[in-house]
């Protein structure tokens, strides 16, 4: 695999600098984030009923993602109080049994058009697991996010809305009904986190290129010049010792070593020349004494 990828001549990276933090990357990385993210289409019409009948208070978009089908009863149930404490209408995908604390002001679907309801004007926040295509989804329409994590790179990709302002992360595992219901308040009533994922949608959207038409560009660019070798670097081209220098440090220890070692050979041999001399001298002293 390590071998595979180091032979790739472009490299499509499905994030972009309103998501990541700034650092250096090779000039055969090329970011395409939210390159599936498109403007929402309308809503069919027993959803678009639903959300307009939240009103003013709008509505909150709830999905754990496409491979969480169901909770245990305990967490569902924990979820499930906490949102009906909430004025907005909850429109949460989910497919296990339906939570007894179920409230009026929240629609369980197996299924939601989640981009076109993220796109959707009244939709307020967001409670996401922090998959990538979701988040970018939230970034690319405007609405904050609260976060519950579940495995693989949930948590970090929450911790970066989260270090921008722009979401509230919390544990899914110990969460209760008034942690939900309070992060659900601070997202909904605080402007920040609106502001926040606001200025992420406008770094977004401001772009030379749509993130799709980017990674067709690279991919045919590619195609036409018979690959991209001269983006790639020459760390590629090294050995695993090599590239972390591990034969430079080899050598500078040896010659450290071997000037360390005739250091020692020399003190001990002028140390030695030198009580060769002083006993001769001090046994001539000794004798005139006696």
Same mark, same amino acid.
């Given at each position: 695999?390590?071998?595979?990828?180091g032979k790739v001549d472009i490299c499509l990276i499905r994030t972009y600098w309103d998501f990541?933090?700034?650092?250096?990357?090779?000039?055969?990385?090329?970011?395409?984030?939210?390159?599936?993210?498109?403007?929402?289409?309308?809503l069919s019409k027993e959803l678009e009923e639903f959300v307009q009948s939240s009103g003013d208070h #709008?509505?909150? =978009?709830?999905?754990?993602?496409?491979? $969480?089908?169901?909770?245990?009863?305990?967490? *569902?149930?924990?979820?499930?109080?906490?949102?009906?404490?909430?004025?907005?209408?909850v429109v949460w995908r989910y497919s296990g049994k339906t939570p007894e604390t179920l409230a009026s002001n929240t629609k369980i679907y197996d299924w939601i058009p989640q981009n076109d309801l993220l796109g959707h004007p009244k939709t307020k926040a967001f409670i996401?697991?922090?998959?990538?295509?979701?988040?970018?989804?939230?970034?690319?329409?405007?609405?904050?996010?609260?976060?519950?994590?579940?495995?693989?790179?949930?948590?970090?990709?929450?911790?970066?809305?989260?270090?921008? #302002?722009?979401? =509230?992360?919390?544990?899914?595992?110990? $969460?209760?009904?008034?942690?939900?219901?309070? *992060?659900?308040?601070?997202?909904?009533?605080?402007?920040?986190?609106?502001?926040?994922?606001?200025?992420?949608s406008r770094i977004h959207h401001d772009q030379p290129m749509k993130p799709l038409d980017q990674a067709v560009y690279w991919i045919e660019f590619v195609?036409?010049?018979?690959?991209?070798?001269?983006?790639?670097?020459?760390?590629?081209?090294?050995?695993w010792y090599q590239y972390h220098c591990l034969d430079v440090a080899a050598f500078l220890l040896s010659i450290t070593a071997l000037i360390t070692f005739l250091w020692v050979k020399a003190c001990c041999f002028l140390f030695r020349r030198c009580v060769r001399k002083t006993r001769p001298e001090r046994k001539r002293q000794k004798n005139k004494k006696e």
């Amino acid at each position: 695999m390590c071998e595979t990828m180091g032979k790739v001549d472009i490299c499509l990276i499905r994030t972009y600098w309103d998501f990541e933090y700034p650092r250096p990357f090779p000039p055969n990385f090329k970011f395409v984030g939210g390159l599936h993210c498109k403007p929402a289409k309308p809503l069919s019409k027993e959803l678009e009923e639903f959300v307009q009948s939240s009103g003013d208070h #709008g509505v909150v =978009v709830f999905s754990l993602g496409s491979m $969480i089908k169901n909770l245990t009863s305990e967490r *569902a149930n924990t979820i499930a109080a906490a949102l009906g404490q909430i004025p907005q209408k909850v429109v949460w995908r989910y497919s296990g049994k339906t939570p007894e604390t179920l409230a009026s002001n929240t629609k369980i679907y197996d299924w939601i058009p989640q981009n076109d309801l993220l796109g959707h004007p009244k939709t307020k926040a967001f409670i996401t697991h922090g998959g990538t295509n979701g988040l970018y989804e939230a970034i690319y329409h405007g609405v904050p996010v609260v976060g519950l994590p579940l495995f693989g790179d949930q948590p970090d990709n929450l911790m970066h809305i989260k270090s921008k #302002g722009a979401a =509230v992360v919390l544990d899914i595992h110990t $969460i209760g009904s008034k942690d939900l219901v309070d *992060a659900l308040k601070a997202v909904l009533n605080n402007p920040s986190y609106k502001e926040s994922i606001m200025r992420l949608s406008r770094i977004h959207h401001d772009q030379p290129m749509k993130p799709l038409d980017q990674a067709v560009y690279w991919i045919e660019f590619v195609m036409r010049n018979k690959g991209a070798k001269h983006l790639r670097v020459q760390a590629h081209e090294l050995s695993w010792y090599q590239y972390h220098c591990l034969d430079v440090a080899a050598f500078l220890l040896s010659i450290t070593a071997l000037i360390t070692f005739l250091w020692v050979k020399a003190c001990c041999f002028l140390f030695r020349r030198c009580v060769r001399k002083t006993r001769p001298e001090r046994k001539r002293q000794k004798n005139k004494k006696e």
